[in-house]
């Protein structure tokens, strides 16, 4: 999943070492297909690793911007 692949990079860029599941632990929250003008094909997701949601845990959930000009 590449959303997680980029929560894993995000929290590695900001310093915190703190260990995240595995890209395949993680799960889709939502999707957001945004129509912007000028922005045509962008999306918002926002991905948690699955024992988080279990446990309601909704800190480490990450948001990711993809736009496909």
């Given at each position: 999943?590449?959303?997680a692949d980029e929560a894993?990079?995000?929290r590695r860029f900001r310093g915190d070492a703190t260990e995240l599941?595995?890209?395949e632990?993680?799960?889709l929250l939502a999707q957001w297909d945004i129509g912007l003008d000028g922005r045509e094909g962008s999306t918002l997701h926002?991905?948690?690793?699955r024992q988080?949601?279990?446990e309601r845990r909704f800190d480490?959930?990450?948001v990711s911007f993809?736009?496909?000009p």
């Open positions: 999943m590449d959303a894993k990079d995000a599941p595995a890209p632990e993680w799960v926002w991905v948690i690793p988080d949601l279990v480490r959930a990450h993809f736009w496909n």
